[in-house]
Each structure stands twice: as structure tokens, then as C-alpha cells.
């Protein structure tokens, strides 16, 4: 017995004398491909089966800053835990005729004949297959799934009639899933945040509010959850939201706001669906209104949250540095130990201009961390790249 204390004991001293380590690589580079200009909206997920699959939107615009652009969803794989890749894939196609948003067409220097793929989310799903939802000229969204590990895709079924009930509480014209990874609770669930406009601000995306739909028979047929985060004077514009399942078996939205308070909204709900708590502001998260990405980590007897967003505003005087409430840089990672309670640890992954992010961990516990970056700020930058890191580096 002795000798057998004494292996585990030498074990577990070699697991946590695990040295910290950080890697970059870029997956997405402006100006590669021609036929794209910008790469904007990254999603990185891993498979039942370990493959990772990171995805984002490319678009064709030269100058980029239109959502209502020609924009195609890309698709990269890698079987080897991020050392090589396929390359780029679009995973995107609805067959038929195509018909701009009405209210895009309102807006200056929108081309009627561009086609928009827009706001792609795909959920890992512990029985191996992978469910992916997108949306069409920010109006039709559809449902398509693989059945191999991300290699092909079932052609796509329109669900769009799964927001209808939710013109009872909010008219919404203008609509978005996600963006990002979403989840599949431990009852089978799939949940997706999504967000609703009625299209007549800006860019045809305010005012906005913030809900879920969700699939209890695997993707098969999609239903209406709560409003989860109204338009009010206190909580401006909620939209791109991220979800957890927390312990509990709960369900903790992260929402990105306008919000005058510059930080991230919370809600959680016991179903992921209904019975919504009231939002309340984390004052540890910053928001310079940019897209977050969050994920669970469970190894070595650890279930942590993972948060990462621009970390970019002025903590501790709780106001935006002056001219910057909105520059998107600093994207940096975060620790909550206590189920989203507090987050002790945040950690710079890009110093400088960087923007949308997303967020997953390998079986290996090796934490991806999948974001945009530029040389100016802006919304978007020259590419997206992926840094690989663990959870060493992450707290030394």
C-alpha cells in the first residue's frame, strides 16, 4: 500500500509541475484568398470524437464593415489537436432563389444582389454528431447536421417558423443566432441564444433583445424560449450571447449590450428556456460591445468557467477610458471557480487591437482560444488566429 501511495503521490506531483505553454497560430489571414477580404465571427467547438472545428464568416467587401456584405460561412478541421488543418470549407448553401432583407435595403451602399450567410452556431453533441444553425439575410435561419465529425453536412431545413411566437412579445424584421458554440445540456437539450430586431436603428440591428430557442429530439424541430433580456433604458440592445449549463443544471446567458454601464449582462434560467432571472451586470466584465465566448473546463478535478472578450475598459474607475468605450482590443482570458460568482484571474492573450472571440478545451485540457486581431482598432482585423495554451500559463 505504501508503494502505491507513494506512485500516486510521484503521479499527481508530475501532473501539477506541468509546465505552462502558449501557441499561436493564424487559421485566417486577409488577403490569402482572393475571393475574401475580411474574416470576421470565429466559432471553435471539439467533437465527441476530439476533432476541432473552427469556422467563421468570410466576406467579399473590400472594406468589410457591412454585415449585409456577400458573405460565406468557412469551415476548418483538425483531427491532430490543432497541429494541421484542412483547408477552408464553406458549410453553407440554401438552394433557390434569395431575396435581401427588406430592411437592408433601406441602408445606404448595400448591394441587393450580395448573398448574406450569417451568424453560424454550431453544438458538439456527446453522441458524436455536430448540429449547426446559420441564418440567411439576417431573416431565414436554418438547421443542417454532420454525421462525421464535421466532413459533410446534411442539407439544410428551414426552421425560421420556430421564431414565430416570438412576434407575440417583440415585432421582431431582423433576426441572428448566436454567434459562436452553443451548448447540449446534460438532459440531451440543445440550446442556442439568439437575438431579435425590429430593424429600424442602426445598421438595421436595433433595437434588439435577447432570447433562446432550443430542440429537445436532437435538432429535429426547434421551439421559442422567454424573452431573456428586454430593450430597456437600463439594458440597451442586448444581442450576441454566449451559454453555459452551470452545475446546477441551470443555464447562465452572457450578453453583450450597449448597456451605458460598459459591462457583460447575466441571466440564468433553470430549462435554458423559460423563467429567465432579472439581467444584472457582472462588474468584472468589461464590455467595449464586442462578442465574448464561453466554455466549461473539467480536468484534474477541476470544473471551471472560461470567459474571454476584449479586455479593454478601466476597472477600477468602472468607466471607459476616455475615446475608447468602443475600441475592441486586449482580448483576454478569464477564470471563474465558482460557477461565474466572481472571475479572480484574467490573463492578456493579444495586446493591441483584437476582437471577436470564442473559447473551447480539448480532451487533453489544452484551452483554444480562437479570436480576431488587427494593427489599428477597428471591428475587425486582418485574420483570425487560434492560441493554444493550458491552464498553467493561463494562472502562472
Known sequence: MKLAYVII??????????????E?????????????????IPGIVVTAKGSLLAWCEARKRPAGVSDWDDIRILLRRSTDDGKTWSAPKSIANVEGPKQKNPFALKMKNVDPNDVTYNNPVLIADKDGAVHMLFCLEYERVFYQRSDDDGVSWSQPSEITAAFEPFKKHYDWKVLATGPNHSIQLKTGRLVVPVWLSTGTGGNAHRPSVTATIYSDDQ?????????????????????????????????????????????????????????WSRPKFDAALLEPICMGGIVRYNHGGQSLILFSNPHNLDKEKGKAEPGQSRDRKNVSVKISRDEGQTWPVNKLIENGPSMYSDIAVTPSGAILCFYGRGTKPGFAGVGLTLARFNLEWLEQ
Open 9 to 22: 503521490f510521484a503521479l499527481s506531483g508530475l501532473l501539477a509541475a506541468a509546465e505552462p505553454f502558449m
Open 24 to 40: 499561436k497560430q493564424d487559421l485566417f489571414t486577409a488577403g490569402e484568398d482572393p475571393a475574401y477580404n475580411i474574416y470576421h
Open 219 to 275: 435538432g429535429k424541430t426547434w421551439k421559442a424560449g422567454d424573452i431573456a433580456v428586454p430593450c430597456t433604458e437600463e439594458w440597451i440592445n442586448p444581442n450576441e450571447t454566449v451559454a453555459i449549463e452551470l452545475n446546477d443544471g441551470s443555464v447562465m446567458l452572457n450578453v453583450r449590450s450597449e448597456s451605458k454601464a460598459h459591462r457583460r449582462l447575466v441571466t440564468t434560467s433553470k430549462d435554458g428556456a423559460t423563467g
